[in-house]
């Protein structure tokens, strides 16, 4: 009886642990991708809340008479571009994060060549309200920056989580799979500048 009952308890023992060990993986991703999931929706509101904000920018820029059309428009057409271009928390593959990054990134661009020819214009360098909204838009690229970084680190923690051995083992089992992080355009590190800071020109 000792001999049939021992083995039943090892194998019991085992499957309790392999049975634990599989729960605590699962839960712990589960966890780990939920907090990914939500501090990508960080950055997609940091972005919304720049989108808004060039939005104003534009209305505001409309009312400077003969503002040059054709940088308006770049702005206005790749603002929409930005606007409609979002991920799904549950979908973000290394194919979608690019198409989000260069919608953003066309935006990026267009808002700094109005910058540019708003030299032109010393009505609009002293209007409150313009001014008001280079500062807020100054403050929305620092929070984008941040938002961004914080994704990449919950995205690290969870990758980590399940690209470890042996948890690799179960990742596959449950359906994790790794996420895409919010990778930079080449030379961003040297720019996003979008100059918003006239005081030091000359006219």
């Not at 603002?79 to 979908?91: F, L, P, V, W, Y």
């Not at 979608?96 to 009505?123: C, D, H, I, W």
Request: charged share 25%; net charge neutral; aromatic share 10%.
């Amino acid at each position: 009886m000792k001999k049939i009952l021992i083995p039943i308890i090892i194998i019991a023992v085992l499957a309790f642990g392999i049975y634990s060990w599989a729960v605590g993986f699962n839960n712990t991703a589960v966890t780990y991708q939920e907090d990914a999931k939500t501090t990508w929706s960080n950055v997609e509101s940091a972005y919304q809340r720049r989108n808004d904000l060039i939005g104003n920018l534009v209305k505001t820029v409309q009312g400077a008479a003969d503002f040059e059309k054709s940088t308006l428009e770049g702005v206005i057409k790749a603002r929409a571009e930005a606007t409609k271009t979002t991920i799904n928390a549950g979908d973000l593959t290394p194919e979608n994060m690019a198409k989000f990054q260069q919608a953003q990134s066309g935006l990026t661009g267009a808002l700094s060549k109005l910058m540019v020819v708003v030299e032109r214009y010393p009505e609009l360098k002293a209007n409150q309200n313009f001014l008001e909204l280079q500062s807020q838009l100054e403050g929305t690229e620092n929070r984008i920056n941040i938002a961004r970084n914080k994704f990449n680190e919950a995205v690290n923690v969870y990758n980590k989580h399940v690209k470890t051995f042996p948890n690799k083992l179960l990742a596959g089992w449950f359906g994790f799979e790794e996420m895409a992080r919010y990778q930079a355009d080449a030379g961003s590190e040297n720019a996003v500048d979008v100059d918003f800071n006239f005081g030091d020109k000359k006219e």
